[in-house]
């Protein structure tokens, strides 16, 4: 993409975001998140980004998910994952799972954002999730652990989402891909 098709990109991608009145598009309004780069086959995707928080009374989490995932923790304030539904304290590890092809996502089990999860000292999550006997697994270097329904029957987004509720945890959106067209 050339200088000028670069901006007119960026441009129709935040007009079509802030007139949804999504909050993606106020991210990029208020530029609390900001083009990292384009991808696809035909530069067609923009991969958004936000810098991690900086903590000093706590931990940060991770999870990539699904548009429809993020849509539900920005709706409702709870974490809603299929199946293993896993989350990290490697931000790269995760963002793996933003996947990037000639439509920024071909399919329903795409990731599409990535969330950043900050959960305040006290609580040691990993310590309560082992409590509640859910084990780590390893996964190219990084520990995750499974929050939904295919481990123990979801008790770990029960708990984490006592955590939402309470404030005791908070998220932010620190990673997303969108289509020049919007399409996905």
Same mark, same amino acid.
């Given at each position: 993409?050339?200088?000028?098709?670069?901006?007119?990109?960026?441009?129709?991608?935040?007009?079509?975001?802030?007139?949804?009145?999504s909050?993606?598009?106020?991210?990029?309004?208020?530029?609390?998140?900001?083009?990292?780069?384009?991808?696809?086959?035909?530069?067609?995707?923009?991969?958004?980004?936000?810098?991690?928080?900086?903590?000093?009374?706590?931990?940060?989490?991770?999870r990539?998910?699904?548009?429809?995932?993020?849509?539900?923790?920005?709706?409702?304030?709870?974490?809603?994952?299929p199946?293993?539904?896993?989350?990290?304290?490697?931000?790269e590890?995760?963002? /793996?799972?933003?996947?990037?092809?000639?439509?920024?996502?071909?399919?329903?089990?795409?990731?599409?954002?990535?969330?950043?999860?900050?959960? /305040?000292?006290?609580?040691?999550?990993?310590?309560?999730? /082992?409590?509640?006997?859910?084990?780590?697994?390893?996964?190219?270097?990084?520990?995750?652990?499974?929050?939904?329904?295919?481990? /123990?029957?979801?008790?770990?987004?029960?708990?984490?989402?006592?955590?939402?509720?309470?404030?005791?945890?908070?998220?932010?959106?620190?990673?997303?891909?969108?289509?020049?067209?919007?399409?996905?």
């Amino acid at each position: 993409m050339s200088v000028s098709l670069e901006t007119e990109a960026l441009n129709k991608i935040k007009t079509r975001l802030t007139n949804n009145r999504s909050h993606e598009g106020h991210l990029l309004e208020s530029e609390k998140i900001q083009l990292e780069r384009w991808g696809g086959r035909s530069n067609n995707v923009g991969i958004f980004t936000a810098p991690s928080l900086h903590t000093y009374n706590g931990k940060l989490f991770y999870r990539t998910m699904k548009k429809q995932e993020f849509d539900t923790l920005y709706e409702k304030g709870i974490l809603a994952p299929p199946g293993y539904g896993g989350i990290t304290d490697s931000r790269e590890y995760t963002q /793996k799972y933003l996947t990037v092809s000639g439509v920024a996502v071909k399919d329903e089990d795409s990731g599409t954002h990535t969330v950043e999860f900050y959960v /305040k000292a006290p609580v040691d999550l990993e310590a309560e999730l /082992k409590y509640l006997g859910l084990t780590a697994k390893a996964e190219s270097g990084a520990m995750s652990y499974g929050l939904g329904p295919a481990q /123990k029957n979801g008790v770990g987004a029960e708990y984490f989402n006592s955590l939402l509720s309470s404030r005791v945890a908070t998220w932010r959106l620190v990673a997303f891909l969108e289509n020049v067209s919007g399409k996905r």
